[in-house]
């Protein structure tokens, strides 16, 4: 079994740093995603007991006093770093500009969704997952969909 500090790539690609005893991850580490994202915990015995989750733009949460578009603030991440847009020209998502989403699909949050084929690929058009039922459901209920996107708005003169 894997014992003191290394890593260790999962099969999903995102790779564990730290320490490790009886082939779990035990004390420091941290967990680094393929899409830029980390946590890094204090585990015990393959269980985190207190981390904190800092994404690929270096927004980061804590489980405890989460602030981040709350029912007070509204903002992304981006307009609190760089300001908000003027008035009219609404932010969609965190992106600025937003993904464009391919016709009759739907952003995900970690990629497109096909309700057709209830396939979920990643930005890059790669294979990710088959969406279940659930997912489904919550998909087409919450997240935006090509044609809910709008036109580049351009001042009046």
């Known amino acids: 079994r894997m014992e003191g500090q290394g890593s260790y790539t999962l099969p999903t690609g995102t790779e564990y740093r730290g320490a490790l005893r009886d082939g779990m991850f035990d004390g420091e580490g941290e967990l680094l995603f393929p899409n830029g994202g980390r946590y890094r915990a204090v585990w015990h015995r393959g269980v985190p007991t207190q981390g904190k989750y800092t994404f690929a733009d270096g927004l980061e949460y804590r489980d405890k006093k989460w602030h981040y578009c709350d029912g007070y603030d509204r903002r992304f991440y981006t307009e609190i770093c760089s300001g908000l847009k003027p008035a009219g020209i609404s ?9 464009k989403i391919p016709e009759g699909c739907y952003d995900c949050g970690d990629g497109f969704y096909n309700p057709e084929t209830r396939v979920i690929v990643d930005y890059e058009l790669r294979f990710l997952r088959n969406a279940d039922d659930d997912e489904h459901e919550w998909i087409i209920r919450t997240c935006r969909k090509a044609w809910h996107e709008t036109i580049e708005q351009k001042p009046k003169p």
Request: proline share 22%; hydrophobic share 20%; no cysteine.
């Open 91 to 99: 932010q969609l998502t965190n992106l600025d500009p937003p993904r």
